[in-house]
């Protein structure tokens, strides 16, 4: 599209989470007019640590907002996966960091930071809270938006980037209600002064055993380690009542250390979440209104790509809508780039991580103990 057509194009995302606005940032760059409408009275993102991989890093120095995220992370060059008695199973490099002019690295960041950096980039005014949307309305070139304060908006193109539980995807794409991946996971930060001398670099360590998957997640630039547990359980409460002898037990027979670092925890500063996905979305789009992020693909962490896709979604959005000739064509291409990918990651985010599937995710790469 032209820079005209685009500067003249109104654009309202519904969801100020990561893919909201990294939708609005990209769209920004372009001269875009947009608005961000949030459900929520403030912004506060809860859990822990994240890894940002090196195409989602080229992104923001594409957007000029490097330095901002880079500022409040720290650079990885690699992850390992070792058994619950610490006894190595694979070292890997992060895929990606020599595929660009610089060296990029995998960045490890707290989810607020991180919230918090990508919202500081966008300009005064553009982000509405407490906008809970309760219907959109298809026109066809137009989408028509109600909120439950009693506010409407009328945009050219709507992106639905409002999470699982997209309200713009069950009334436009189909109801595609969450699925429960039969765990837990509880995730806290600690001070790396309380890791038991477990985190002895920047580099994101998973230790596997008995169905439970322990990450230890450094933030060093906080003097922090996001510790997370994932652990098999039959309770689909959305936010489940646990104990700490409950989480103490996820992680029996693992590592002393690592049973330490469970035992220490505060309960109040642990978030405790059943753990949920969606199956794949057959159709994102229509002529004026599109997902983007967990609206369109949520997806199981355990390949720690929920918010990479979702950042990778709104540059592919914004490419989408620089290159072709109208919304509807840009949706549709858009589309086409962005399914096949998260189809895959949805896939095999599913997959439990024993040692058996790690061999099968990483042919070749049975054993590299250094």
């Not at 790396?192 to 477990?198: E, I, L, T, W, Y």
């Not at 004026?288 to 929920?306: K, Y």
């Not at 058996?356 to 790469?365: A, L």
């Amino acid at each position: 599209m032209q820079a005209s057509d685009l500067e003249n194009l109104k654009i309202a995302i519904v969801g100020a989470g990561y893919a909201g606005a990294a939708a609005a940032k990209a769209l920004g760059v372009l001269g875009a007019d947009v608005d961000v409408y949030e459900r929520a009275t403030e912004i506060r993102e809860v859990g822990a640590g994240i890894g940002l991989r090196p195409a989602t890093m080229d992104r923001f120095r594409q957007w000029g907002i490097f330095d901002a995220i880079a500022g409040v992370s720290s650079p990885s060059d690699y992850f390992e996966i070792l058994t619950a008695g610490c006894d190595p199973i694979m070292r890997e490099q992060w895929p990606g960091m020599h595929d660009f002019a610089e060296q990029t690295r995998t960045h490890l960041i707290h989810r607020g930071d991180f919230i918090d950096a990508l919202l500081g980039v966008l300009p005064a005014g553009v982000v509405h809270l407490d906008h809970r949307l309760e219907t959109i309305e298809d026109h066809g070139d137009r989408a028509a938006l109600t909120f439950a304060n009693g506010a409407t908006v009328e945009a050219d193109l709507v992106i639905g980037a409002d999470g699982i539980k997209s309200v713009v995807r069950r009334q436009l794409f189909g109801d595609k209600e969450p699925v429960f991946s039969g765990e837990h996971a509880y995730r806290a930060v600690i001070s790396a002064d309380d890791a038991h001398g477990m985190v002895v670099d920047d580099n994101l360590r998973m230790y596997i055993g008995r169905g439970t998957k322990v990450y230890l997640l450094p933030l060093r630039h906080r003097n922090q380690v996001s510790f997370d547990i994932t652990a098999l359980c039959s309770d689909s409460t959305w936010a489940p009542e646990v104990t700490s002898d409950d989480i103490v037990a996820t992680v029996e027979g693992f590592d002393d250390r690592i049973v330490a670092i469970a035992r220490g925890l505060e309960m109040d500063t642990v978030n405790v979440r059943a753990v949920y996905d969606i199956d794949p979305v057959d159709t994102w789009h229509s002529d004026s209104v599109v997902l983007v992020g967990d609206a369109a693909h949520s997806m199981l962490h355990h390949q720690g790509q929920g918010a990479n896709s979702a950042i990778l979604d709104a540059g592919a959005l914004a490419d989408a809508l620089r290159d072709a000739d109208s919304v509807a064509a840009a949706l549709a291409s858009y589309q086409a780039t962005r399914k096949p990918v998260t189809d895959e990651l949805q896939r095999i985010s599913r997959q439990g991580w024993t040692e058996d599937e790690v061999r099968d995710v990483f042919p070749g790469q049975q054993t590299t103990a250094k």
